[in-house]
């Protein structure tokens, strides 16, 4: 009998996730309340140990949908889910009998809460259900705001959440967005998702007649602000900082010169890239990006050879960016799994003053500007790459934009740093010390600085290079 799967955790775009197996196939479930290791670690116990009860009590057609509520549910609810957990277990709790389907409708007469139906659409059952008409996305940003802005929310003695949807009126979306603890940035977010909650069980799902919310609803969008971005000479100057670990500086310089999105490049795996061709050449091949399409391109030279002088001292075989390879002191997972990334716009800033970088507008948010941030890396490389005649079309198969309108923003910026002359950004593989050490190392002694001639290792010469590798990372 295979031994049951207890599951692990993980981090993705600054969120956490527990994936466990459960009937021989893997899901992933976000962790919305969760904001530490240990917290998505407890949590991770909980759901694993609950699914291999309910599997072993026959229960296995509920026990993805009651690992899900698990994973999703925060303090104040998770009681209760357990608590309906445990008396499937002990057959106190029965399950409704199943009602019935109506053609093309999720089902006849259901009068399922705000929460309830929020949940099959953030846990994309309506995406299967309703192929090709409800897109499959990730909800993890989605999920942490109805949890925190919707679902706790009180109007008339009810919670949002536990409120029916034919009994949601407009009072209850005004009293919603009214709340102050909604960030004004967040405003026009949570309208949307409430609004979208509702056009769904309209259609397909047919649950409701009509919408409550009127034409016009929805909160203006925000107002353009001025964002920032690096010039080559700062990024040069981020990328010789040793001080900062070699792992982030890396991750940093390919932002700045693939601009893809930060949810791919967390998670980037080596088995994404191909780096070993004669004429140097790289590629990266992605199945999947927000766009929901796949995304390959050409590496950039210098993006390539630094990768594959990377690849040497990396000490993942799966991931290009590795917690592991962050020093001790500064890491929050001692197991293999991508990097940490959530604070990186605060250490970004913070690393530019140290380097004596002084351009004021990157550290200053007013009305009418941001500071820089960690996207702001992906802006920097469409800003500069459109700046030096890079066409649209090159640019939008890095970035994954889908139309010109949403490169138009970055124009502007990219006709002045044309008047200036700013230029490019220096070669990865030069740009970093301790990568530009083991090339020259390399052709000093004539040898290729990609691969090291194999010869017998005793136990000394395996821990000089440890302790070397250790050195040049850490």
């Known amino acids: 009998m295979p031994r049951p799967a207890t599951g692990s955790i993980y981090q993705s775009g600054g969120k956490w996730f527990a994936a466990i197996t459960i009937q021989g196939k893997k899901h992933h479930f976000p962790l919305p309340s969760c904001s530490t290791s240990a917290q998505a670690d407890a949590r991770r116990e909980r759901i694993a140990a609950l699914a291999v009860r309910l599997r072993a009590a026959g229960h296995t057609e509920v026990v993805e949908t009651v690992c899900r509520q698990i994973a999703q549910a ?3 609810r998770l009681p209760a889910v357990i608590q309906l957990a445990e008396g499937l277990l002990a057959g106190t709790e029965k399950r409704a009998p199943a009602r019935p389907v109506e053609p093309g409708g999720l089902r006849t007469g259901a009068r399922l ?9 953030t846990s994309n059952q309506l995406a299967r259900r ?31 959440g536990d409120t029916l949807l034919d009994e949601f009126t407009l009072d209850h979306a005004d009293h919603v967005l009214a709340q102050p603890t909604i960030p004004d940035g967040s405003l026009r977010h949570v309208g949307q998702l409430m609004h979208r ?13 009509r919408s409550p919310f009127p034409p016009a609803w929805l909160p203006e969008a925000n107002p353009e602000r001025a964002r920032s971005y690096l010039f080559p000479t700062e990024d040069a100057t981020l990328m010789a900082h040793t001080t900062i670990p070699l792992v982030k500086r890396i991750y940093i310089g390919m932002s700045n010169r693939e601009g893809p999105r930060r949810g791919n490049l967390v998670v980037l795996e080596w088995s994404d890239l191909l780096l070993d061709f004669e004429d140097g050449a790289g590629y990266i091949l992605l199945d999947r990006t927000k766009s929901g399409r796949d995304g390959k391109w050409q590496l950039d030279p210098g993006t390539a050879e630094a990768l594959r002088r990377w690849r040497l001292l990396c000490p993942s075989e799966r991931w290009v960016f590795p917690a592991l390879a962050v020093p001790a002191a500064r890491r929050i997972s001692r197991t293999d799994r991508p990097m940490y990334v959530q604070q990186l716009g605060a250490d970004l800033r913070a690393w530019l003053q140290e380097c004596g970088v002084k351009r004021q507008k990157l550290f200053e948010t007013t009305k009418h500007r941001i500071r820089l941030r960690a996207h702001d890396l992906r802006a920097t490389f469409v800003t500069l790459a459109l700046a030096n005649g890079r066409p649209e079309a090159w640019v939008m198969q890095r970035t994954g934009h889908t139309t010109s309108a949403m490169l138009s923003r970055y124009r502007r910026d990219a006709d002045s740093i044309m008047e200036l002359n700013l230029g490019w950004f220096t070669p990865l593989h030069e740009a970093i010390p301790e990568l530009a050490a083991m090339g020259s ?3 000093e002694n ?3 600085p990609v691969e090291k001639p194999v010869t017998a290792a005793t136990d000394d010469s395996i821990r000089c290079e440890d302790s070397e590798k250790d050195r040049v990372l850490h």
């Open 74 to 76: 925060d303090e104040s």
């Open 113 to 121: 809460t705000v929460r309830e139906f929020g949940e099959l659409w």
């Open 130 to 160: 309703y192929r090709r008409r409800v897109k499959e996305i990730e909800h993890a940003d989605n999920i942490w705001r109805l949890e925190k802005h919707v679902y706790p929310i009180f109007f008339d003695g009810k919670r949002i």
């Open 197 to 209: 909650i509702f056009k769904l069980a309209v259609y397909p799902a047919r649950v409701l007649e």
């Open 441 to 443: 190392d390399s052709s």
């Open 446 to 448: 004539g040898e290729s």
